[in-house]
């Protein structure tokens, strides 16, 4: 069973509209990443949260933003959605930095 | 040049067999380098860390080779459950550990 749960499962949103996923890491990961993974590609990397901080960011617009929380929650925010946001967005949480990472199951967003 | 290359595959090999990935990376600052297994519709799960002494757990050998720039994933004995996509990951720090993940190498493993 995964200790990182994610929330919602599913999504259809409209272009344009905003959309916030959320993410509960497990106790004492202080360190969660957020990607987004296209069917038949690998997860590309958003960015990460260290103690709260971002603390590296991927290829992304600064429309996708996020937060992480004191309990090991965190949440990416889409703002402006596009059509070729739709995808499998995963949430990952390690015990630290350099660490291997334990997946959420994701939450998979449809912009129509 | 991706800075993670896998063949995507798919690898088809019949049960019992032994069958091996590479994966390449292109930077040489990279730290930490891990394989996943990801099933169909579900999420990436660890599947071992790569050390630079090689490593093995149960029917699975990983190496890790800094000159030429690639880790590999040994599977022996291939199980019908093996059948998934593995995922290559390398981690570059400098302070902020930055994961990425290649595309995935597509293992079907037939009886």
């Known amino acids: 069973e995964t200790g990182v749960t994610q929330s919602p499962t599913h999504l259809i949103k409209t272009r344009g509209q905003q959309v916030t996923l959320r993410c509960s890491s497990q106790?004492?990961?202080?360190?969660v990443s957020w990607y987004q993974q296209a069917l038949g590609q690998g997860p590309q990397f958003i960015f990460q949260y260290y103690r709260e901080e971002e603390n590296g960011r991927g290829n992304f617009p600064p429309r996708f933003s996020g937060l992480q929380f004191p309990n090991y929650s965190s949440e990416l925010n889409v703002n402006a959605l596009e059509l070729d946001d739709s995808a499998l967005y995963l949430c990952?949480?390690?015990?630290?930095?350099?660490?291997?990472?334990?997946f959420g199951s994701g939450t998979r967003l449809t912009v129509v | 040049r991706k800075e993670v290359e896998q063949d995507p595959g798919p690898f088809n090999v019949p049960e019992g067999a032994t069958v091996a990935f590479n994966c390449t990376y292109s930077n040489s600052a990279s730290q930490s380098f891990f394989w996943y297994r990801q099933d169909c519709r579900k999420e990436p799960k660890l599947l071992m860390s790569v050390y630079s002494s090689g490593n093995e757990d149960g029917r699975f050998t990983a190496q890790l080779n800094r000159a030429s720039q690639y880790i590999s994933l040994l599977i022996r004995d291939s199980k019908l459950s093996d059948s998934a996509t593995y995922l290559c990951v390398v981690m570059r720090s400098g302070g902020s550990y930055i994961p990425t993940f290649g595309r995935g190498t597509s293992l079907i493993v037939h009886p």
């Open positions: 990952a949480s390690s015990v630290d930095r350099g660490s291997g990472y334990t």
């Open positions: 106790s004492g990961h202080n360190t």
